[in-house]
C-alpha cells in the first residue's frame, strides 16, 4: 500500500476507536469509508461483522464505484458500502461515517413522521462546515429504515437531492450517516451531530418530567 493508503487506513481505525469508545458503534455496528482515489473511485471501507473497538489496518477494504472488492483481500464490505457511494458521488465527499447511538435511533423514531428533524439555535451549529452562527436552522432528514440496499441507495439519493445543504440524515431506528470533505471534518460532523441529538432527547425528557411537576420555569 502507499503512504497515502495507509494514513487513511489508520485515520479510519483511530475514528472507529474513538466511537466505539463512546458507545456509537456497539455490536459490530456503523461503518466508515474514505475515498482513496476519485478517478476511477476507490474508497477504504470498513469490513462486516467486525468489532470496531478491535479493528485493525489490515482489516479495511478497497471497494470501486459498484461495492465490488478490488484485489485479493478477504472479507465482506459492509452491507451499505452503496450508501457511502451514493454519498461521497452525490456530495463529493472525501469521507463518509455512520453511527449507531442510543440517542440517534430513538430521535429517528420519534421525528419520523415530519421527515427529519430542525436543529436551531445551538452554538454546537457552528461546528458544521459552512456554519457561521447559532442561529442557523439544519434540517436532519429522516430515511425509513431498509435491507434493500440498491433501493435505500436511491432514497438516500434522492434525500439528499431535495435537501442540498444537510450535513447528515438518520435512518429511521437505525442510526445517523454524516460525511466531510476529509476524514477529519466527517468526524467532527458526526461529533457534532451525536452531541446535538443527545441534548435535544435529553431536553424532551426534562422537559417532560417539568411538565409532570409544574415547574415554573417552561
Ligand atoms: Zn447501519
Redesign the pocket.
Known amino acids: 500500500m502507499s503512504q497515502g493508503v495507509d494514513d487513511i487506513a489508520a485515520g479510519l481505525v483511530s475514528v472507529a476507536k474513538s466511537f466505539h469508545a463512546r458507545g456509537w458503534l456497539l455490536g459490530t455496528?456503523?461503518?466508515l469509508s474514505a475515498v482513496v482515489q476519485r478517478q476511477p473511485l476507490q474508497i477504504a471501507m470498513s469490513p462486516s461483522g467486525v468489532d470496531k473497538g478491535e479493528l485493525r489496518t489490515d482489516q479495511l477494504l478497497s471497494i470501486d464505484e459498484n461495492a465490488r472488492i478490488l484485489g485479493q483481500q478477504g472479507g465482506k464490505p459492509s452491507d451499505?458500502s452503496l450508501l457511502h457511494i451514493r454519498i461521497v458521488k452525490e456530495r463529493g465527499a472525501g469521507a463518509v461515517l455512520?453511527t449507531?447511538s442510543i440517542w440517534n435511533t430513538i430521535l429517528s423514531d420519534i421525528y419520523a413522521r415530519d421527515g427529519g428533524l430542525r436543529i436551531e439555535g445551538y452554538e454546537m451549529l457552528k461546528g458544521l462546515q459552512g456554519v457561521r452562527t447559532h442561529e442557523h436552522a439544519e434540517w436532519l432528514p429522516i430515511v425509513e429504515n431498509s435491507q434493500d440496499m440498491p433501493a435505500l441507495a436511491e432514497t438516500v439519493g434522492e434525500t439528499l437531492n431535495k435537501h442540498p445543504t444537510a450535513h447528515g440524515f438518520l435512518?429511521r431506528r437505525?442510526?445517523l450517516y454524516s460525511w466531510g470533505e476529509n476524514l477529519a471534518q466527517a468526524k467532527r460532523h458526526i461529533e457534532i451531530f451525536e452531541f446535538l441529538l443527545e441534548t435535544i432527547g435529553r431536553t424532551l425528557r426534562i422537559r417532560e418530567h417539568a411538565i409532570r411537576e409544574n415547574a415554573t420555569w417552561l
Do not use: V
Open positions: 455496528s456503523g461503518n451499505e455512520h449507531h435512518l437505525h442510526g
